[in-house]
């Protein structure tokens, strides 16, 4: 199983990316996915999750109207939209993937990348 993240980087604040996870060994049209993040000195937190269909999301409230989860199950791959970016949002991102929806326990885990908001 390999969940491989990309599209991190160092981004203004008032910013844009665009995050990608490429899901392979496993499954990926049955699983729930989501996106968590970890800031230096914080423990990890859930950003946004989305259903195996796609058709259900969920976000945080700290990033609600401004990032935005999709996936592709024909590219096997979730991505995570970040608009308005600010510096508290810096952290590792990483992708998880889950058997349920929201269950808090991914089966799963990428080895993250760096986002880092700053001028």
């Known amino acids: 199983v390999q969940l491989v993240e990309s599209g991190g980087g160092l981004v203004q604040p008032g910013g844009s990316l665009r995050l990608s996870c490429v899901a392979s060994?496993?499954?990926?049209?049955?699983?729930?996915m989501s996106w968590y993040r970890q800031a230096p000195g914080k423990e990890r937190e859930s950003v946004a999750h989305?259903?195996?269909?796609?058709?259900?999301?969920d976000y945080a409230d700290s990033v609600k109207g401004r990032f935005t989860i999709s996936r592709d199950n024909a590219k096997n791959t979730v991505y995570l939209q970040m608009n308005s970016l600010k510096p508290e949002d810096t952290a590792v991102y990483y992708c998880?993937?889950?058997?349920?929806?929201?269950?808090?326990?991914?089966?799963?885990w990428g080895q993250g990348t760096q986002v880092t908001v700053s001028s």
């Open positions: 998880a993937g889950s058997r349920r929806y929201k269950s808090g326990r991914p089966d799963y």
């Open positions: 060994g496993f499954t990926f049209r049955t699983y729930a």
């Open positions: 989305i259903s195996s269909t796609g058709y259900s999301t």
